[in-house]
T-cell receptor
Framework: KAGVTQTPRYLIKTRGQQVTLSCSPI?????VSWYQQTPGQGLQFLFE???????NKGNFPGRFSGRQFSNSRSEMNVSTLELGDSALYLC???????????????FGDGTRLSIL | GENVEQHPSTLSVQEGDSAVIKCTYS??????FPWYKQELGKRPQLIID?????GEKKDQRIAVTLNKTAKHFSLHITETQPEDSAVYFC???????????????FGPGTSLSVIP
């Protein structure tokens, strides 16, 4: 099976712009979770989608949003970009999600977002 | 709120020695504890996980122990090799019965260096 695929791998934006990141889960996985990874804060949970519904959400402002399509692919959008949004954005897929039923999460390579 | 602490933040060992990383979690509702290894510039990879009904699990040179009473779990790597050098993340699944609240929270990471 193909692994979790994230596009693009690298992105450079300026403050105030918006950005959309994409994640294709492993075939058959219905849950997609998004994480922000920074050197100082580690892996911070953004949100989780399952069957096109946001099921859980972390402590991020409303500028961070996402959605999931019927084929389980997910997109994450960040509006009005700030310098502090520079990070590696990782998505992870699992059969059920959030460790539910103890199914492990598998990560993509991430999108490295740099804000100038 | 839910929290996962991880120690030490950095660890250097001589090749062939053992390495131990310890994590504590805040809520007894946790029942699933995965460990991830992230090499520089790569995605986090699941290396081992443990369910709450098990006290110890071993896979070749890697073992994880869980003490639910004390709410802590540890990763043990024996006979370390240079390729074990990476950042290791522990995580805990937080789920609250009767709700849809279910998420995996990560520790801040341990940077392990194995010196040849």
């Amino acid at each position: 099976k193909a692994g979790v695929t994230q596009t693009p791998r690298y992105l450079i934006k300026t403050r105030g712009q918006q950005v959309t990141l994409s994640c294709s889960p492993i075939s058959g996985h219905r849950s997609v979770s998004w994480y922000q990874q920074t050197p100082g804060q580690g892996l911070q949970f953004l949100f989780e989608y399952f069957s096109e519904t946001q099921r859980n959400k972390g402590n991020f402002p409303g500028r961070f949003s996402g959605r999931q399509f019927s084929n389980s692919r997910s997109e994450m959008n960040v509006s009005t970009l700030e310098l502090g949004d520079s990070a590696l954005y990782l998505c992870a897929s699992s059969l059920e999600g959030g460790g539910r039923n103890n199914q492990p999460q598998h990560f993509g390579d991430g999108t490295r977002l740099s804000i100038l | 709120g839910e929290n996962v602490e991880q120690h030490p933040s950095t660890l250097s060992v001589q090749e062939g020695d053992s390495a131990v990383i310890k994590c504590t979690y805040s809520d007894s509702a946790s029942n699933y504890f995965p460990w991830y290894k992230q090499e520089l510039g790569k995605r986090p990879q699941l290396i081992i996980d443990i369910r709450s009904n098990v006290g110890e699990k071993k896979d070749q040179r890697i073992a994880v122990t869980l003490n639910k009473t004390a709410k802590h779990f540890s990763l043990h790597i024996t006979e370390t090799q240079p390729e074990d050098s990476a950042v290791y993340f522990c995580a805990a699944r937080f789920q609250y019965s009767g709700t849809s609240y279910d998420k995996v929270i990560f520790g801040p990471g341990t940077s392990l260096s194995v010196i040849p």
